[in-house]
């Protein structure tokens, strides 16, 4: 009993022996693919660095601000965007028109929408907001 105790232990060694040897073996290819992946990705930012500062002093597009404004409504009033409605730049930063979802209802004809006026920065950073217009779906919001 004694030999088969061994037999079976030497067997179960040489397995594991091999899965490590075979592990040890992948490994250094991966790191080295990393190594290489991870000069290409400093000698990028590096290159994106030198070119920050011209785009720091550029003012943002509508795109961001838009997009800045609706993260921040979603944040204040838990509501999420549905549409951007409009995108104006003023003497302070942007106004950005928003409209948002207060309640849904079944059949979707019926929801409550809300149009909020979002007042940023030249940063995009929140200024202000208010809702503008509350109305049903269905019936729409249209200015008349």
């Known amino acids: 009993m004694a030999t088969a105790r ?5 067997g179960g060694s040489r397995t594991s022996g ?6 040890a073996k992948k490994s250094p290819a991966k790191k080295s693919a990393t190594k290489k992946s991870a000069a290409k990705r400093s000698s ?9 500062p011209a785009a720091k002093a550029a003012k943002p597009s509508a795109m ?11 944040e204040l009033t838990g509501r999420r965007p549905e549409v951007v409605v409009g995108v104006e730049r003023n003497d302070d930063g942007w106004q950005v028109e928003l409209e948002v979802v207060e309640s849904r209802r079944i059949p979707d004809s019926t929801d409550i929408l809300a149009t ?16 503008a217009q509350r109305y049903v779906r269905g019936k729409g919001g249209e200015r008349g």
């Not at 091999?18 to 592990?23: M, P, Y």
């Not at 961001?64 to 979603?74: K, N, S």
């Not at 909020?116 to 809702?131: C, K, P």
């Open 44 to 52: 990028r930012s590096q290159s994106d660095q030198e070119s920050r």
């Open 6 to 10: 061994k037999s079976s232990a030497t």
């Open 64 to 74: 961001r601000v838009a997009r800045a404004a609706a993260a921040q409504l979603t």
């Open 18 to 23: 091999a899965t490590k040897s075979s592990g």
């Open 116 to 131: 909020y006026r979002v007042q940023v920065d030249e940063n995009g950073e929140l200024m202000g907001y208010y809702r």
